[in-house]
């Protein structure tokens, strides 16, 4: 029987793998763990990553130095494998319904949406392209937390989700218009070379669209096999190649994955779901990980006061949004506050967005901000719209149910009643 030691340690080189392996399955560990406490507790395990990051990064109270070259890699595979999710999610026909039907809350949620980032950046004193950064991580709901949010609270079916559904389809497709233009731009250079670039992104995403739209089922026919082995292997890799194709392109990988999960639809998207939900909720707990273990937890705290009014602002304007775009709908009260509710919820794309903005040195105190407005919402949100349509509720019987204080009489003789008032 051969030893693999030697193997490995030759393979290995001077490299030491025991502190790599030990410091690696306590951080996945501490993942499971708290994945379990969010799963209890009914909320997004997202703020629970972010809180391991904080407490493993340099100077943190668990200096975790052996494991930071994977979890390097380990962020960029989330982030790819997150987007390639996303994209797979949805259908071309689903895309081209979404836009015609939700235009106007779409862009109504922007202009809500976006415009907080971008008017505090400039109150912060940051330069426009940090705030138009700080834009994008107001504006953009977390899919990930909606859709977990929708089915533990059995609304799937609900009238007012498909409203919902509409704006997050539309959210997403904004991104892979934006990302790609803040990506040039956060690169810099000569103002020709980030306009070149910027118009090739945008080729790119208009070349994937147009694949999708009229080849998306051929291509998901050849990407499709029986086996759930050569399956993976060959979404996965062809994510992988386009992200770094994108990459080079300065289109952002993440842009590139998700055009991918776009582009390919039938039962390879459906599948391949399935197969690659596991990894994909592995390595995107390592991004969060990543992302937030080069954060100082100073830098935190001293956010926290602006993130937490930043939240406020912006939990307000997701509420007219879904209001807004519900009502359209023909769905009643409490319907409408659900949707606004639940629209509410930040999280990966958000943390993606000031990802790319911390890699490129864009603002320094972005991240901080990003992290510290993540933590709130993703908390807040889910527990926002789990009970806000029962308290809704609450204060609307009240007020039906309340005693009309009477008229004066004015019947004259006959005494006639004047009429009801709570009519």
Known sequence: MVNPGP???????????????LELGLVLLALAGFARVSGRMGVSPIPFYLLIGLLIGDGAVFDLTNTDGFLEVGAQLGIVLLLLLLGLEYTPEELVTSLRAS??????????????????????????????????????????????????????GNRETPSVLAILVIEDLAMAVYLPI????????????????????????????????????????AVFHRSSEILLFTLLGLA???????EELQVSAAVGAFLVGIAVSGPAARTGSEL??????????????????????????????????????????????????AGRAGVALRGR????????????????????????????????????????????APVLT???????????????????????????ASGEPQGDAGR
């Open 103 to 156: 235009a106007p809350a779409g862009g109504l949620d922007f202009v809500l949406n976006f415009l907080p980032g971008l008017a505090l950046g400039f109150l912060l004193g940051w330069d426009p392209l940090a705030a138009v950064f700080l834009g994008g991580v107001t504006y953009i709901s977390s899919s990930g937390i909606v859709a977990k949010v929708l089915g533990d609270l059995g609304r799937l």
């Open 337 to 380: 506050v659900r949707a606004g509710t639940v629209l509410a919820a930040r999280g990966e794309f958000s943390i993606v967005i000031a990802g790319i903005a911390s890699a490129n040195a864009v603002e320094d105190d972005l991240g901080a901000l990003a992290t510290a407005y993540v933590l709130v919402l993703a908390v807040v």
């Open 182 to 221: 803040v990506a040039g731009l956060a690169a810099g250079g000569a103002l020709l070379g980030v306009s070149i670039t910027v118009v090739v992104a945008l080729s790119v995403v208009a070349i994937a669209l147009f694949v999708a739209l009229r080849h998306g089922d051929r291509l998901g026919g």
């Open 240 to 246: 992988l190649v386009v992200a770094g194709a994108a």
């Open 386 to 412: 789990r009970f806000a349509d029962g308290a809704v509720a609450n204060v609307v019987r009240r007020l039906r149910d309340r005693p009309t204080p009477s008229a004066p009489d004015r019947g004259g």
């Open 276 to 325: 690659l939900s596991p990894l994909r909720d592995l390595f995107a707990g390592v991004f969060f990980v990543f992302f937030a273990s080069q954060i100082e937890p100073g830098a935190i705290v001293d956010a926290l006061p602006v993130a937490i009014g930043l939240a406020v602002v912006t939990a307000a304007t997701k509420v007219v949004t879904g209001w807004w775009a």
């Open 7 to 21: 193997v490995l340690a030759a393979s290995a080189g001077d490299v030491d793998a025991a502190p790599i392996l």
